[in-house]
């Protein structure tokens, strides 16, 4: 374990950071396509009740009941629930990123993420994030999320570590404000290579693309 770097914690992001996002806008015009569903009224049921979904105060149940079942289809729960689960896919190589930096640094790594309740517990399952990440501050979880910068200093108690002490990877510009507005070390994540750049600037160097692997 090599110790060049102050940084003793890094936060990141899930949807755009280490996966795609799970229900995203461009997820949900998929389904409605589908499954031929009017993509003006399920967007627009959806935004009056997705906060309070995310934040885990509205079921997952409750939420396809509001949003898609609050009429007869000619189509499952299951079968929508099966294609809103597969709509996650993996960035490989953030996952392995954020893996070797934890062993090669000691780092204590958190998710900070806006995620229901149901996708966020698939997507942990799925993709074994819990076998490198040490603590997940999902909003579904501490019913707070971004861009309320509660969720943030929650993050920062839970990790007991002070703001300059961390790395924030996030892909939202605002949520990098808002983080970085907390004395958090924050990079906007738009690709691999420049994260890993970005990453090298604050003393956690990237050994494969050192490398050039």
């Keep these: 374990m090599k110790k060049a770097t102050d940084v003793t914690h890094l936060f990141l992001d899930v949807g755009g950071v280490l996966l795609t996002n799970g229900w995203d806008y461009r997820a949900r015009r998929r389904a409605a396509a589908n499954f031929k569903l009017e993509w003006a009224e399920m967007e627009e049921r959806h935004h009056l009740i997705f906060e309070s979904h995310e934040e ?53 790594i958190a998710v900070v993420s806006n995620e229901a309740r149901e996708v966020n517990a698939y997507r942990i399952r799925k993709f074994k994030l819990d076998g490198f990440v040490d603590s997940f501050i999902s909003s579904c979880f501490v019913h707070i999320r971004k861009p309320d910068a509660d969720i943030f200093r929650l993050a920062l108690d839970i990790a007991q570590a002070p703001a300059r002490q961390v790395v924030y990877i996030e892909n939202t510009p605002m949520f990098v404000q808002i983080a970085e507005g907390l004395g958090i070390r924050s990079i906007l994540h738009t ?21 050039g692997d």
Excluded: H, I
Excluded at 57 to 82: D, I, M, S
Excluded at 196 to 208: D, I
């Design 56 to 108: 885990g105060k509205v079921a997952f149940e409750e939420y396809l009941g509001r949003v898609v079942f609050y009429q007869k289809r000619p189509f499952t729960r299951a079968q929508f629930r099966r294609f809103l689960f597969a709509q996650s896919r993996p960035y490989p190589k953030m996952l392995d990123l954020a893996a070797r930096l934890k062993l090669r640094y000691g780092l204590k």
């Design 191 to 211: 690709d691999y290579e420049t994260t890993c750049a970005k990453l090298a600037s604050f003393g956690l160097r990237n050994e494969r693309a050192v490398n």
